[in-house]
């Protein structure tokens, strides 16, 4: 896996606050950022599975019976 770096402006006394303390910077916005965008990805999932539920509900039982004994009958 590659790793690219991004920074962040802070403020001066937090940054003292981090060196004071020993408190490393990089594991606790890497940690934040990979929530942030899991947050993301579940919430575009949910929407996709939403739209998906939606498409499906229209489709009859009959139709379904009716395409899986074509699909046996195919093979």
């Given at each position: 896996?590659g ?25 606790i ?24 539920s ?22």
């Open positions: 896996m790793y690219v770096t991004v920074s962040a402006k802070i403020p001066k006394k937090l940054k003292e606050l981090l060196d004071r303390y020993g408190v490393r910077p990089g594991p916005i890497r940690k934040a950022l990979e929530e942030e965008v899991k947050k993301r990805v579940l919430e575009e999932l949910e929407i996709l599975s939403e739209e998906l939606k498409e499906l509900s229209q489709i009859s039982d009959e139709e379904v019976v009716e395409l899986i004994r074509e699909d046996r009958e195919g093979r």
